[in-house]
């Protein structure tokens, strides 16, 4: 209309006429008001449907276009669980840039397995079984590390983390030595030897073993294996973009083999190679003319007759004991023509190199913790040393994605693809890494190898995303993921986990701060630095609560009917009672204090690294502030620190009575939670425990505090947390105290006793025990009683069962949950050199 109206008040037009000028008149006079003695012109019906048309297209295109924005909101929304944070990465050495940690015992969840830092590794490792005691299906093959094998005992004696690592596993009557020694110089990581040595504990019983060494291939591995098993010493050879060419021999150093087979075949994953093997096992006469179980030698035709190329080559020896085998390791690339090729160590040049591998690790083990001089038993050094390597021998290395989702997404979603070197908490029951965990880790590995911790933080911070959030379990890759249910495999982006990593950082910050001197150090800090920012952003504004200061976890199911108390996953304290009726008005004190320590650390790093960031001390500042504290947290009636929330503590519970479906088919009905009570807000004050201590444990507490006074009393309380063992997680007269959450769900954080938790206390024990105050001579009392408690029971549960636990008994100091357990619970290091 706009081009209509401007062509027909031309000038220069020569077919203007009358009626065109009229036009143009009415068009004017509709658009402007009268002058002079014109008379307004009524508008024609054509131009009021131009009008309306006109304005119906300004509106639709107005809607279009906001819908088209809403659209593409929502789809950044989507997509910005599963976009990485935009900054420098923090990753600047990772597989050939690192020759000295690539290859390593990457592999927790095997008894014995090695790999690169590559994110397509080759892998090898170690199978066994007694060929007498195999059972129909191949049932009694030891490869993953699994509690129903029910071995007396197994872990790392000395690992010192780079360059090798000597395993006991006492399996029967049998005892297999394993250990890897590692030789660099050259371009793919260079060499390493690794020795299975077997011997009997009853010379008299010499039941015959077979030993299975493998070699597989990643999915998406780019190379090729080939074995050759005709000479007296079986080799595999290969070619990879991650290794070049190199070759594998198996050597006999002591003993008799009584017969050698193979299988060279394609697997369908990592995850099943010992199905593979258990499905080309075979009954088959010996060159003795006895019959043997062997593998079945090359299987590698597809389904429609076609040639495949391995993935997967095992070689299996039938020995006698004692028996020693050592496995040689060469890399061949850049090496050619008459050309030597160095070879490793095998025989007894290994020996001699593992003698001077084991003292130098004993030297610097004395030099760091210093127990020979604190007057510790040859035994408990030795189990020191056990805990500290298990811990490090349980570094693994793993690649691949999380599956992840938002509000804002209907179905998971998988996040970016990506490496992760990072400590397991167990290798029977949790070979992969947890986000709170590795805060406790990297207590340990720091004492040890501050290099390794920082290369840890570098790769956990890398897998931060643009909203500042990291997922707090990570599972990645096949290996990984064969162990974890399905349930928890989707990590949701509104739950958190407590930020533990401030407390290695504050560790470093103040105890390392020399060691941290050096440029390579003080640039890993400023790199890091903005992904703290968004992390502790991302606690700061996704968990605060509804007043300001306060703070909880979400996550809580608020609608769950089978539950006692529904669980708090994110809190890291799982079951630990906490308000009965989760709701958004709850508190929470263990995240309050957590965020008082991330906002401590942040305010020190900021001034370190010259950037001095005020609102960082600002935080600080009002978090810490008892007063406020108090205000929040402190019960008038029972003066102990609570959660506040909706909550009564008459639940229970009950069976419902049988749907006549059910009674048909003889079915019970599962129990719910039966409510007497109604529940009000209030603090959760009837609930003592780990949760109440938080204030004192992260040191938040003023030395002169009335309240530090109640928490010691309490604390040494038999009848609340005091034990011979330890403290335990849930006072004796807390109404859930090891009550089960469920009927399938037993109590996990309520009553038994966990050393992260103890360390923490023996920890603010110290801190307070320094402090001038009127409570600084019971603190110093109560610790001295504490460490020993900790100490003698860890210590003689390690003796009489062979491993460290996941928790411990608060009733006769047993251990329970799972083992072994060298995640947490290898602190019993950092408690007897008392490295605080």
């Known amino acids: 209309m706009a081009r209509q109206r401007k062509n027909a008040t031309s000038p220069n037009n020569p077919n203007n006429n009358e009626k065109d000028k009229k036009k143009v008149r009415m068009n004017n006079n509709t658009s402007s008001s009268s002058t002079g003695s014109q008379t307004p012109v009524k508008p024609s019906i054509s131009n009021n449907k131009y009008f309306f048309y006109n304005r119906w297209w300004t509106i639709f295109g107005s809607l279009a276009l906001l819908i088209a924005s809403v659209f593409c909101y929502l789809g950044y929304l989507e997509t910005r669980v599963n976009t990485p944070f935009d900054n420098q990465k923090m990753v600047e050495r990772t597989g050939l840039e690192d020759l000295e940690k690539y ?107 077979s030993l299975i060494w493998y070699v597989a291939l990643d999915e998406k591995t780019n190379g090729h294996i080939w074995q050759d098993v ?46 593979t093997i258990k499905s080309f096992l075979r009954l088959t006469n010996s060159e003795s003319g006895k019959k043997v179980i062997s593998l079945a030698g090359e299987s590698l035709i597809g389904q429609n ?27 061949v690339t850049g090496f050619y023509g008459n050309e030597p090729i160095p070879h490793p160590p095998i025989g007894e040049d290994y020996t001699q190199l593992l003698k001077k591998k084991i003292d130098e690790f004993d030297n610097k083990f004395e030099k760091t913790f210093n127990l020979e001089n604190k007057k510790f038993s040859q035994d408990e050094i030795n189990f020191a040393k056990a805990a500290l390597s298990n811990m490090l021998g349980g570094i693994g290395y793993f690649y691949g994605s999380s599956r992840v989702k938002s509000v804002h997404t209907k179905e998971p979603v998988p996040y970016w693809k990506a490496p992760l070197y990072t400590a397991v908490p167990s290798r029977s029951f949790f070979p992969r890494g947890f986000l709170w965990d590795e805060g406790f880790h ?23 995303n643009v909203e500042g959030w990291i997922p707090r379990e990570q599972i990645l890759g096949v290996e990984a993921l064969a162990k974890v249910p399905e349930e928890f495999v989707t990590q949701r982006n509104t739950n958190a986990n407590p930020p533990t990593f401030f407390m290695v950082l504050k560790k470093i910050l103040t105890k390392h701060r020399v060691e941290l001197s050096t440029k390579k150090r003080i640039s890993t800090l400023e790199r890091l630095y903005p992904r703290l920012q968004a992390w502790f952003t991302w606690y700061n504004t996704t968990q605060k609560g509804e007043i300001i200061g306060t703070y909880r976890w979400h996550g809580r199911d608020e609608n769950s009917i089978k539950e006692l108390n529904p669980k708090t996953l994110t809190s890291g304290l799982d079951d630990y009672p906490r308000a009965s009726h989760p709701t958004d008005k709850e508190r929470h004190v263990d995240l309050r204090c957590w965020i008082t320590l991330a906002a401590g650390v942040m305010a020190e790093l900021s001034s370190i690294i010259g950037r001095d960031d005020i609102k960082y001390w600002e935080t600080y500042s009002y978090l810490s502030d008892n007063t406020l504290l108090n205000e929040m947290h402190l019960s008038p009636y029972t003066e102990t620190y609570s959660d506040f929330g909706l909550h009564t503590d008459a639940v229970s519970l009950k069976r419902p009575q049988p749907t006549p479906e059910q009674l048909q088919h003889y079915q019970q009905p599962e129990m719910i939670r039966e409510v007497t009570k109604q529940p009000e807000y209030r603090y959760v004050d009837s609930t003592f425990g780990y949760v109440s201590l938080f204030p004192f444990i992260l040191e938040i507490l003023d030395p002169n505090s009335a309240y530090l006074h109640k928490i010691l ?81 860890i210590f003689k549960e390690y003796k009489r069962t062979g491993y460290i636990w996941e928790q411990y008994n608060d009733k006769t100091g047993e251990g329970s949950g799972c083992h072994p357990f060298t995640g947490w619970s290898a602190l019993v290091v950092m408690i007897m050199s008392e490295q605080y």
């Open 442 to 464: 990297g207590l340990l590995i720091s004492e040890w190898d501050l290099d390794i911790e920082l290369d840890i933080l570098c790769h956990w911070f890398d897998l931060i």
């Open 230 to 275: 005709s000479s007296e010493i079986p080799e595999i050879s290969g070619e990879t973009t991650g290794l070049g060419e190199f070759k594998l021999t198996l050597n006999t150093i002591s003993g008799k083999v009584l017969h050698k087979s193979f299988l060279s075949t394609v697997a369908p994953s990592l995850q099943h190679l010992t199905e």
């Open 103 to 209: 290859w390593g015992s990457y592999r927790p969840g095997q008894y014995f397995g090695l790999k690169t830092r590559d994110p397509y590794s080759l892998v090898m490792g170690l199978m066994w079984y007694f060929p007498y005691r195999l059972k129909p299906g191949g049932e009694g093959i030891r490869h993953w590390c699994e509690i129903g094998d029910k071995l007396q005992q197994y872990g790392w004696t000395r690992h010192d983390g780079r360059s090798f690592g000597l395993q006991e596993i006492h399996d029967s009557n049998i005892v297999l030595e394993t250990s890897f020694i590692k030789i660099p110089g050259k371009q793919y990581g260079g060499d390493w030897s690794a020795r299975i040595a077997v011997k009997n504990k009853n010379p008299e019983i010499k039941d015959p073993i």
């Open 713 to 793: 009393k309490d604390m040494r309380d038999p009848t609340k947390l005091w034990t011979d063992f330890g403290i335990r997680s849930l006072s004796k007269t807390s109404p859930l105290y090891m009550k089960w959450n469920t009927e399938h769900d037993p109590p996990y954080w309520r009553g038994q006793i966990w050393i992260n938790i103890n360390y923490l206390a023996l920890k603010a024990l110290y801190h307070y025990g320094s402090q001038p105050g009127p409570y600084s001579e019971e603190s110093k009392k109560i610790y001295v009683e504490l460490r020993q408690n900790i100490i003698n029971n």
């Open 305 to 331: 007759g076609e040639k495949l190329k391995s993935n997967f080559i095992a070689i299996q020896l039938l020995v006698n004991t004692p028996f020693t085998l050592d496995i040689s390791y060469n890399s």
